[in-house]
């Protein structure tokens, strides 16, 4: 992955207005044409163009078009490089589905995870253009409410919380009952900031910022409070406390627990559908699903996929899977594990299954497995 975003960093260079390669970029090269021709005829109009100005002229002409010839040939280059990358990295063929989005309801479905992901992103005026285009109606309200979230988001990137905490007060109740530490982290920020702001031991101000606002949280917190925080943390056990993260993370943060007050998961829905797809679990999905129809199979129901799928840990979620043996939900300690043969059943399941020189009989078809062999799967 890594080799695939340095060649979208390299295209990105290249294609942009003020991108470096080894030709000048094609803007530059076009005004400087257009520079000569605007002197040329300046001079045809003043009748002083000679004919060494029309040779020079021409030769200006043909360095420029050569220019824009090689910086073309960069971005070709490029585009291969990445294309190359690409078939690398991702080895498996993307499944084809039917369209699946024929329906009004669907289509609109559709449209509006389009227009929330483009809002949610920060991405306005590509979304106002799709609005326009799709004839999507969406709410002034909606709109104004991720154009306030990326306002707040803006001001924690500039060191400023009085936003996110003005926003935190009004949503106390919500934070509470979520348990989040939204509130806490900022006034932390804050008190941090001040603490360290300045090389001379004056923890003054920081203590009566803390007696001040971080006092209310000492019950539901206190670990924190007895941590010592000195001028001196950068080189302490606790520099964890002067890290930039400590500032830094305030805002996935905030962006999680806004979203959540608009009944919103704290993921964005196009972001995930492109990590578990690029991940390559789509196409492990489909191709199990193919073995499975054309192999006629005992597995119990049809929609239930005996595999593991890779997913980014972030995407993991408690297990749902309901052995076919014991018929228990799995759990931490009892969780599913997947067979040689590609049965699933629970662990505990498992171990009750009895050995033979090692080996287990699969109670749902007749190939046999070393238990220590099974691996357990994540749903």
Not at 86 to 92: G, I, N, R, V
Not at 194 to 209: M, V
Not at 282 to 311: C, F, H, N, T, Y
Request: charged share 25%.
């Amino acid at each position: 992955m890594d080799a695939c975003l340095a060649e979208i960093a390299k295209l990105e260079k290249l294609t942009s207005p003020t991108g470096k390669g080894k030709a000048p970029p094609v803007p530059d090269s076009l005004d400087s044409l257009l520079q000569s021709l605007h002197e040329a005829r300046a001079q045809c109009e003043t009748g002083s163009l000679s004919a060494p100005s029309l040779k020079q002229l021409s030769r200006t002409v043909d360095a420029r078009k050569k220019d824009i010839d090689d910086r073309q040939k960069e971005v070709y280059n490029a585009v291969a490089k990445l294309g190359k990358a690409l078939d690398k990295k991702f080895t498996a063929t993307i499944p084809s589905y039917p369209n699946l989005f024929v329906s009004p309801d669907s289509a609109a479905a559709l449209d509006r995870t389009v227009v929330v992901h483009l809002l949610r992103t920060g991405q306005f005026e590509t979304a106002e253009t799709f609005i326009e285009e799709s004839k999507f109606p969406i709410t002034d309200d909606l709109r104004l409410r991720f154009v306030d979230l990326h306002r707040i988001l803006q001001a924690l990137r500039s060191s400023n919380i009085g936003p996110a905490l003005d926003w935190a007060r009004s949503h106390r109740d919500f934070l509470r009952f979520r348990r989040s530490p939204l509130e806490f982290n900022l006034h932390r920020s804050q008190y941090m900031r001040i603490l360290i702001s300045s090389d001379t031991p004056n923890t003054l101000p920081a203590i009566a910022y803390a007696n001040t606002h971080l006092r209310p949280f000492f019950s539901e917190h206190a670990s924190e409070f007895m941590r010592p925080h000195d001028i001196k943390l950068q080189t302490s056990p606790y520099c964890d406390l002067a890290s930039p993260a400590l500032h830094s993370d305030l805002e996935p943060l905030f962006a999680k627990e806004y979203c959540a007050s608009m009944g919103m998961s704290r993921q964005v829905p196009l972001r995930v559908v492109g990590d578990i797809g690029g991940s390559g679990a789509l196409s492990r999905i489909e191709k199990a699903r193919k073995v499975m129809r054309e192999g006629k199979g005992e597995w119990s129901q049809a929609d239930e996929l005996p595999i593991e799928i890779p997913l980014p840990p972030e995407n993991r979620y408690h297990s749902i899977f309901a052995c076919p043996v014991s018929k228990e939900q799995a759990t931490d300690a009892n969780p599913p594990m997947m067979l040689s043969c590609g049965h699933v059943l629970a662990k505990d399941s498992l171990n009750r299954l009895p050995k033979t020189q090692g080996l287990v009989k699969c109670p749902y078809c007749p190939l046999e497995t070393n238990p220590a062999q099974a691996l357990e799967v994540h749903f």
